[in-house]
């Protein structure tokens, strides 16, 4: 239900000043429908330390939440072969995927900042160390960058390297301009469809054209909390995709919770799997062994498949 200016203006205001308690409750709200909308990263501000402390008080909640429960950057569950692909900032998306409701905009981007916040530092410390020798000027591609905390968060880890957010449309590119505000190496952020056939587009960018004073060349690809909350198709192409982009040497990075030999790693993971089926039947946990056969047909070796919090992991791939 769209929310007008005011009455939106009035809600956050209460939020600011409402308990955690209480700010975890109330409803969600939708920047990118409602006119002459509040910006993201300001309803970020006014509810994520309420939704911060209910979360930090409820461990399930709390593993749902890194988890990706409501991540709101679903990479591409929209997979009709009439996508764009890749423009810069500006565009919007369809909202059918294979004929099923794409409602990925109803994800609760206020929760996802939290999950961001509290994820980014694992990341990065599970990341760094790969990209630390990385020739400078290279690009960290992301996908599905979501609000864009984690971009802004590698940028003054990673100064030799170019930062390209990209999602799958524009609905939080505000919060990505918020989050990389400062950071002259991170980029405006792109609109990708990874379940598209997104790489001659990239390739024709500015993203692979040295602009911005980058070499032209991709030096990884991050996607974080894509796999389950999005069509398999949206794995296939951010795998293949990302082999055709990189050198060899290059690594993809894939975060999120994953089974294990078909099995899941923890009660509410599993939990959360069957609820994210029963809102979309594309949607739902890979098993690591499927993405790592996927990555190897596509030319690429696993180099660490990385415990992290929350029953999460990092997957680390190599380009051969």
């Not at 309420?50 to 939440?65: E, V, W």
Request: aromatic share 6%; charged share 15%; proline share 6%.
């Amino acid at each position: 239900m769209a929310l007008s200016c005011a009455l939106a203006q009035r809600i956050l205001l209460s939020h600011f000043a409402a308990s955690a308690s209480n700010s975890a409750s109330n409803s969600t709200l939708h920047p990118r429908r409602r006119p002459n909308p509040v910006p993201v990263h300001v309803a970020i501000a006014a509810r994520t330390a309420g939704f911060s402390n209910a979360l930090t008080n409820c461990p399930r909640a709390a593993s749902r939440a890194d988890a990706g429960a409501t991540r709101s950057s679903v990479a591409a569950v929209r997979v009709s072969a009439s996508t764009s692909g890749v423009t810069s900032g500006g565009g919007d998306s369809s909202s059918m995927a294979s004929g099923v409701p794409n409602d990925f905009a109803g994800f609760n981007k206020v929760a996802s900042s939290v999950a961001a916040e509290r994820n980014k530092a694992p990341i990065a410390d599970a990341i760094v160390p790969y990209l630390a020798r990385a020739a400078a000027g290279g690009v960290l591609l992301e996908v599905a960058c979501g609000t864009g905390q984690h971009a802004g968060h590698l940028a003054p880890l990673l100064p030799h390297l170019i930062l390209q957010p990209t999602d799958l449309d524009n609905s939080a590119f505000d919060a990505v301009t918020h989050y990389s505000r400062g950071h002259a190496n991170v980029r405006a952020p792109l609109i990708l469809d990874a379940a598209s056939d997104w790489v001659p587009r990239l390739l024709l960018s500015t993203l692979a054209a040295g602009g911005g004073g980058g070499s032209g060349t991709v030096a990884a690809v991050l996607a974080v909390n894509v796999t389950h909350i999005s069509p398999f198709a949206a794995t296939r192409g951010l795998i293949t995709g990302a082999s055709a982009v990189l050198s060899p040497g290059a690594h993809l990075f894939i975060y999120g919770p994953f089974t294990r030999g078909g099995a899941h790693t923890s009660q509410s993971n599993a939990e959360f799997d069957t609820s994210l089926q029963g809102r979309n039947p594309e949607w739902g946990y890979r098993d690591v062994e499927a993405v790592v056969e996927l990555a190897t047909v596509a030319g690429m070796s696993i180099e660490e498949v990385r415990d992290m919090p929350a029953n999460n992991f990092m997957l680390v791939f190599t380009k051969i």
